[in-house]
């Protein structure tokens, strides 16, 4: 599936280390991790392809793996995930430390469907509609700039695992809740919560005033912004209705950023982590369908044998702004931090990793 929303990426640079085979590269990047593993730490997002997961030191979803930066104290966070991840990295790692991302093109979608110019239009556009308080709730997947936003305006982040508490909290914060920026999120966690679909309205940057009447804003309970994951998205009702008839026995199991639709039609529906512990604990010879990125369903494939374990989609639901992350990425970063002249270092200014950090601490401390 491709990926639409590239906006914000760099002309291509020249492949690096393009004289070198795959096999050469491969080889080069286990020496080169050997001789610097005192130096470089390597993380990587469950979503990346096994030939960069195999370098990682730790893998984990975008919140866990900065949490492991963190507690890590060598000198360099090689983060093969991306953007916003590795600037998330950063607000959490040492001013000593530098987070490298391998491929400076590797962003994502959702992320780039907010932007803090129209997030401060839109709130001044909302708070003008209402006196109730709005609190604003960011989902993890977005720019280090809108983590500052909440931070400074009373919010917090969220991650898919800890949407429900978050947003318990803003309630008990404020009587609104504006969530971005993805609407799927948001929606179906506050429709777990009991909130009615009625009560939800969609802000669409796009639109003047996100094409909302300001009685609606007054009206509404949940503002969601319009964005969305473009590799989540592609799986479908029909795909579950399909399989409903034709396999039953086969459980179905999404993530929250899947549509409404598709999380009301499935078995199931959780973070990454609850989608993989899940099927981890699953009885021997028990069928998942899985509507998450194609990588982490590979991969759960080849780890639990015992058990069927395919995509839901027939379609590749792939995050190609992930799969940009490739070794021979890798092996230019590594060479260039063993001369001493590190390359795509993510460095949060000051400010904006001091509010970002508040938002992040507070979403902690709910959850
Ligand atoms: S899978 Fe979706 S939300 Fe995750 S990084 Fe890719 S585009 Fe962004």
Redesign the pocket.
């Known amino acids: 599936m491709l990926?639409f929303h590239e906006s914000h990426e760099s002309p291509l640079a020249p492949i690096p280390e393009s004289e070198l085979s795959d096999e050469q590269v491969l080889s080069e990047l286990h020496k080169l991790k050997e001789e610097l593993k005192d130096q470089v730490v390597v993380l990587g997002h469950h979503?990346q392809q096994d030939d960069v997961i195999q370098f990682a030191d730790f893998t984990g979803d975008s919140l866990a793996l900065a949490k492991d930066a963190e507690k890590l104290d060598k000198p360099y966070v090689m983060f093969c995930g991306?953007h916003f991840m590795a600037e998330t990295a950063d607000i959490l790692t040492s001013d000593e430390q530098q987070v490298i991302l391998p491929d400076m093109r590797a962003g994502?979608?959702?992320?780039d469907m907010a932007n803090r110019e129209d997030i401060d239009r839109a709130w001044d556009f909302m708070n003008s509609c209402t006196d109730e308080k709005i609190v604003p709730i960011t989902y993890i997947?977005c720019a280090a700039s809108l983590k500052a936003f909440v931070g400074d305006n009373g919010g917090s982040i969220c991650t898919s695992s800890n949407a429900e508490e978050v947003i318990k909290w803003a309630f008990s914060q404020g009587q609104k809740l504006l969530f971005f920026p993805d609407q799927h999120l948001g929606r179906n966690t506050c429709a777990k919560m009991g909130i009615s679909l009625d009560e939800m309205v969609i802000y669409n940057p796009n639109m003047y005033n996100g094409g909302l009447k300001p009685e609606q804003i007054a009206k509404a309970k949940v503002i969601l912004w319009y964005g969305y994951?473009?590799?989540?998205q592609g799986f479908t009702k029909a795909q579950v209705d399909s399989l409903k008839e034709t396999r039953p026995e086969v459980n179905v199991i999404v993530h929250p950023?899947c549509s409404y639709e598709v999380v009301q039609a499935a078995d199931d529906a959780g973070s990454t982590a609850y989608i993989i512990n899940k099927i981890k604990d699953a009885p021997a010879g028990t069928k998942w369908a899985v509507g998450t990125?194609i990588n982490l369903v590979n991969r759960l494939a080849q780890k639990f044998p015992d058990k069927e374990i395919f995509s839901l989609s027939p379609y590749q639901c792939l995050?190609t702004?992930?799969y940009r992350v490739r070794p021979r990425w890798l092996l230019a970063s590594f060479k260039a931090i063993k001369e001493n002249k590190p390359i795509n270092i993510i460095k949060v200014d000051e400010q904006t990793a001091a509010s970002s950090k508040v938002a992040l601490e507070r979403m902690l401390a709910i959850k």
């Open positions: 990926n979503y991306v994502c979608s959702m992320a997947n994951c473009s590799v989540h950023e990125e995050c702004t992930m």
